[in-house]
């Protein structure tokens, strides 16, 4: 089984959260095959400056797809943005399993897909994202949340330790471990372990 990756971007992205989970993605090239799209297609920059070209959104018949959405400063304006937050529904719908980072959640919520699922967010800017739809079991003490087939996580490099997660769940404990060690990251393994959710109490 081979998975289509769709890698949801715009201007003002956060980089890392994006090329977080694409590093660990793209190290399984047999089973993850990465698409990064814009609602428009062409270049999106992220908050770093770093320009990606993006295609559209095309179906492709016999793919399963993974949806990514990142978090970044783009998402304060993106969430009042009715048109790309009827992208972000869309997209769901046909992804097998959604994936956000940091509060690329913000987006999801505001979409209404974590609509009584617990999910959780960066923790500088959770008042922020909870505020976007309070029917949702914003979990602040977790490095990532699994719901069903939503991933949802912390600030920024969390990305990184739900992407393995998420392998772990999809592929086996080993071949998360395994990814880990090629690209010599320390996984943090224990999804509840998060320091930062009192840091800006």
Not at 25 to 35: A, E, R, S, V, W
Not at 44 to 55: A, D, F, G, P
Not at 169 to 183: F, H, M, N, P, Q
């Amino acid at each position: 089984m081979i998975y289509l990756v769709d890698v949801l971007l715009f201007d003002d992205f956060e980089t890392l959260d994006v090329f977080g989970p694409v590093e660990i993605l793209g190290k399984l090239p047999d089973i993850f095959k990465l698409n990064f799209i814009s609602i428009d297609g062409g270049i999106t920059e992220s908050s770093q400056k770093v320009r990606v070209e993006t295609n559209l959104y095309r179906e492709e018949k016999d793919s399963e797809r993974i949806l990514i959405v990142p978090g970044g400063n783009g998402t304060r304006e993106n969430v009042d943005d009715e048109s790309f937050i009827s992208l972000i529904k869309e997209l769901h719908k046909l992804a097998k399993y959604t994936l956000s980072v940091c509060t690329g959640s913000a987006l999801l919520a505001k979409a209404g897909i974590l609509h009584s699922k617990r999910a959780t967010t960066n923790k500088k800017a959770y008042k922020w994202v909870t505020e976007q739809d309070e029917k949702v079991i914003w979990v602040k003490e977790a490095r990532w949340v699994k719901d069903g087939n939503i991933y949802t996580s912390s600030g920024v490099s969390a990305g990184m330790d739900m992407t393995l997660g998420f392998i772990e769940d999809l592929l086996g404990k080993e071949k998360a471990l395994d990814t880990s060690r090629r690209i010599e990251y320390i996984w943090n393994e224990d999804s509840s372990y998060d320091p930062f959710s009192k840091l800006y109490e």
